[in-house]
T-cell receptor, first 114, second 114 residues
Framework: KQEVTQIPAALSVPEGENLVLNCSFT??????LQWFRQDPGKGLTSLLL?????REQTSGRLNASLDKSSGRSTLYIAASQPGDSATYLC?????????????FGTGTRLLVSP | NAGVTQTPKFQVLKTGQSMTLQCAQD?????MSWYRQDPGMGLRLIHY???????DQGEVPNGYNVSRSTTEDFPLRLLSAAPSQTSVYFC?????????????FGPGTRLTVL
């Protein structure tokens, strides 16, 4: 059974710092990995999607990497801002045919202080 | 596009009551799914659909029913609500097949069962 772990569970940094969020998964047979952002009381916003054949994806100050063989992904946030404060979730997509479900980690809660 | 919409945003039920959580998407996505989010457990798949008229069970289906009469709508029915069903419910949709199918999530329904 696929298990997705995110470390740390919570992180507090001052504004301007570069930071890395970690995601690990136990079964490397994934189709893709998706990073989401969730603000308190809100839904999930997709940040980056990495195909299983890709090593990284970038969007603005965000860079996500994927090492499928070792079961790891990282989300790098450059020059953090208070507006980056949220919970970040990673999810791997897997399945044999047809519908491929997402298996989620429990998230990293990020607080960026001014 | 409105994306994925969910109603209601909040709901309080008494044990034994039934209700339907509504979900709709306007992106012509074939795949739709329901997840529940509980503290410390991440999001877990309840039911999913790969197209109109086709549904299947996910990881935690007990106590829930679904149907998919149109491509746009995917309601989730609680047959006889129990306190264990207190949770935040998210509906998601994506295109079918392929490895690049990004999941889009609705804003969620917060359900409390007394």
């Amino acid at each position: 059974k696929q298990e997705v772990t995110q470390i740390p569970a919570a992180l507090s940094v001052p504004e301007g710092e570069n930071l890395v969020l970690n995601c690990s998964f136990t079964d490397s047979a994934i189709y893709n990995l998706q990073w989401f952002r969730q603000d308190p009381g809100k839904g999930l916003t997709s940040l980056l999607l990495i195909q299983s054949s890709q090593r990284e994806q970038t969007s603005g100050r965000l860079n996500a990497s994927l090492d499928k063989s070792s079961g790891r992904s990282t989300l790098y946030i450059a020059a953090s801002q208070p507006g980056d404060s949220a919970t970040y979730l990673c999810a791997v997509r897997q399945g044999d045919t047809g519908f491929q479900k997402l298996v989620f980690g429990t998230g990293t809660r990020l607080l960026v202080s001014p | 596009n409105a994306g994925v919409t969910q109603t209601p945003k909040f709901q309080v039920l008494k044990t034994g009551q039934s209700m339907t959580l509504q979900c709709a998407q306007d992106m012509n996505h074939e795949y739709m799914s329901w997840y529940r989010q509980d503290p410390g457990m991440g999001l877990r798949l309840i039911h999913y659909s790969v197209g109109a008229g086709i549904t299947d069970q996910g990881e935690v289906p007990n106590g829930y029913n679904v149907s998919r009469s149109t491509t746009e709508d995917f309601p989730l029915r609680l047959l006889s609500a129990a306190p264990s069903q207190t949770s935040v419910y998210f509906c998601a949709s994506s295109y079918s097949g392929g490895r690049n199918n990004e999941q889009f999530f609705g804003p969620g329904t917060r359900l409390t069962v007394l």
